[in-house]
């Protein structure tokens, strides 16, 4: 419907980082992590015995605490849903393990290698099996931090109402590097990776997820947050590649399908459904690989977003069903550059929402992907500040302050600095700098001495770029003093602020920051960013003053403007969630800049020269627009 300036889904591919180098997943020794294979759980991967007891046994052990729980390489036959304990179990009288299912949070399962590590359901589980190998807890929306990662979940064969992962996780989490599949010769299963298994799933990421097979590869469903996807493979569905109902909001970019059914269905797909959802789909290539008559690719009945699309065999790419005759028409030909479902003009059909001429179409910023950080395979180029006591300074838990020795490690020569797991505490600044290129939390708490300001400051070194993952961050505030890359990860608190104008490039991915400000000349990406804070009037959650900004889903709560773009800064915004009371504060502030909001709502002001107009909503309409094309 819109045009855009390229369609490039051969080298979706080709930009990403390489993945393979990273895969080999160690830790040290003494990181706090729960390696499964060791006293006093002992599962034995590859020996053909149920392995779902120990594994089961150290899950209960270790409640919601912010553990990681390794899985060396090797085949874990799994008898039983790991996280739900059957009712004949004995452990499930222990209080912990009442305790994991109330609270099933903070809990991190990393394998050694997506290809290597395996989860599998034995065979001789009886084929009326209906649950899943994987269960991370039901509603509410309390779920914080869970994660799976590097691993492969497999339902095995003759499991036909089997189910591989049902995952929850909320405000900061998600899956990463993770292959869920069926071995059946008819890729029988319920669902691969399930969603909708309860409300309240979300905000989450996941990023480089593969589902082979299952009646459903991927379902979502209810609207109390927002889901975001990258880099998804789905393959051989049964029903539908992917379905998301009951008022979810999905975001999602790079999804390679193959198969001979709808690839994704987004509408009501159940009796009760309200039919509110919303779809956002980018940069994707959907293949029919069928012998019959083929379906349509897309199947829509509510709000999306769709751009550089590719659709190969199929009926049509976008089938829109919107109530009542209303919204754009299906669209047949592939591939797809520009397409919303709701219009700004009557009945829903149409151009984007605006307040000044502007172009009909989203900005298209450049998308780049981190640069790629190995993880350090020589242990002995790790180091920790435990290994560098001084005083009081070295020891997790303690309320004492743990600066010194944290800067110690830094500054010893090693590559990755890890915190074990336990609640560290720092005043003034660390400066992250010399050979560190990896600062591994091994999902500990980073917190500043009492009524202390604490900084943790990229400064120069020798690394391109260095990245920050797997911390619980409240209190501490991440800046950068240099034109080095920042990355933060899997990052729950905190917030980030430039340390001098221009600075260097800034991936924000799966993380849960308090305000967000954007300097001049700056570049940023954001994959799946929640902000909760209330702004105060003239101020706002996100501020781009002079940079570019991309963000692919987003989630924020509580009163005030959620992105104020300024002075000629660029933002892009795909995908969008704002939880409770929006207060009166416009939600969207563009002031001699450019702006684009797909599958947001809100109200707007844009300021052009001298004059200024303003919206309460954006008429229904998937798309809000706010540039100039020079500034394009």
Known sequence: MH??????????????????????????????????????YGAIPDDGKDDSRAIQQALCDHVSGNHIFYFPNGVYDIGDTLFHLPEQDPLKNKHACLELRDRAKRNILIGQSEQGTILRLMDNVNEEFADAVLWFGPSPAQRFRNGLRHMTVSVGKDHPKASGVLFNASNQGGIRQVTIKSEDPQHRGAVGLDMGHTDEVGPLLVQHLTVDGFDRGIKCAYQTASQTFEHIKLRNQREYGWTNGFSQSIFVRDLEFQGSVTAIHNGPTMKGDPGQSRLLLIDSQLTYTGNGSPPVAIRNQKAAFLRNIRADGFRAIVSNEIQHGRGN????????????????????????????????????????????????????????????????????????????????????????????????????????????????????????????????????????????????????????????????????????????????????????????????????????????????????????????????????????????????????????????????????????????????????????????????????????????ESMN
Not at 9 to 21: K, Q
Not at 331 to 349: C, Q, T
Not at 492 to 512: E, I, M, N, R, W
Request: glycine share 8%.
């Open 329 to 628: 028409p299906t669209v047949v030909d592939s591939p797809l550059v520009e397409y919303i479902a709701n219009g700004s003009e009557a009945s829903r059909k149409g151009k984007p929402f605006t307040l000044f001429p502007s172009p009909a179409q989203s900005l298209g910023l450049p998308i780049e992907e981190p640069t790629q950080v190995d993880w350090e395979q020589d242990l002995s180029r790790w180091a920790s500040p435990h290994q560098f006591p001084m005083g009081y300074s070295g020891r997790p838990d303690d309320d004492m302050d743990d600066t010194p020795s944290i800067q110690a490690a830094i500054d010893s020569g090693a590559t990755t600095v890890y915190l074990p797991r336990g609640r560290w505490l720092i005043q003034s600044g660390l400066y992250l700098r010399n050979n560190v290129r990896h600062f591994v939390g091994c999902e500990a708490m980073l917190s500043p001495v009492k009524d202390q300001r604490a900084t943790v400051v990229l400064v120069d070194g020798t690394s391109p770029a260095v990245l920050i993952e797997g911390l619980e961050a409240g209190g501490i505030t991440f800046t950068q003093d240099t034109h080095r890359e920042l990355q933060l990860r899997h990052i729950l608190g905190g917030q980030y602020q430039p340390g001098l104008s221009h600075a260097g490039k800034l991936f924000l991915t799966d993380v849960c920051l308090g305000p967000l400000k954007i300097s001049d000349k700056q570049n940023v990406w954001a994959r799946q960013l929640n902000i909760e804070s209330q702004t105060d009037p003239g101020d706002a959650k996100v501020v781009n003053n002079g940079g570019t900004l991309w963000i692919l889903g987003m989630k924020t709560e509580d009163e005030g403007t959620v992105i104020k773009t300024l002075d000629g800064g660029r933002t892009e915004l795909l995908g969008h969630k704002h939880v409770a009371h929006r207060g009166q504060e416009p939600s969207f502030v563009t002031i001699q800049a450019a702006f684009s909001a797909a599958l947001a709502a809100g109200s707007a002001l844009e300021t052009r020269g001298n004059e200024t107009k303003t919206a309460d909503n954006f008429n229904s309409a998937d798309l809000y627009v706010a540039y100039e």
């Open 3 to 40: 045009a855009v300036k390229f369609f490039i889904p051969s080298l979706l591919l080709i930009c990403l980082p390489s993945l393979a180098s990273a895969e080999n997943i160690l830790f040290p020794d003494d990181s706090g992590v729960i390696d499964v294979t060791k006293a006093p």
